[in-house]
Nanobody
């Protein structure tokens, strides 16, 4: 089973930027990866996803144009560049990898089988 470890979270003012990283150990070949987030009292929601080849990518409407997902397969790492951060982006961010091989970008939690422990992102107003 793939193990995932996120890093890069922190406290930032509104309008600022952060770059999250997710290091994977195990087989990631031909598996899509994604970022999800969960704020207190809410359900975990899809943020961005990327195929093994690095494209296509897919974003939630709330982050489109501000966040960019990318991956470096040589380093087994996926990134989430977050710009123009808003207080409503405050959440614990988790990366995940799909349970199956494929070239699509799923957005449902049930398509992902391994999850990281999460990294806290706090955006102050």
């Amino acid at each position: 089973q793939v193990q995932l470890v996120e890093s890069g979270g922190g406290l930032v003012q509104a309008g600022g930027s952060l770059r999250l990283s997710c290091a994977a150990s195990g087989l990631t070949y031909r598996k899509s990866m994604g970022w999800f987030r969960q704020a207190p009292g809410t359900e975990r929601e899809f943020v961005a996803g990327i195929t093994y080849r690095g494209g296509p990518t897919y974003y939630a409407d709330s982050v489109k144009g501000r966040f960019t997902i990318s991956r470096d397969n040589a380093k087994n790492t996926v990134y989430l560049q977050m710009n123009s951060l808003k207080p409503e982006d405050t959440a614990v961010y988790h990366c995940a990898i799909t349970t199956y091989f494929g070239d699509s970008v799923p957005t449902s939690l049930r398509d992902f089988g391994s999850w990281g422990q999460g990294t806290q992102v706090t955006v102050s107003s």
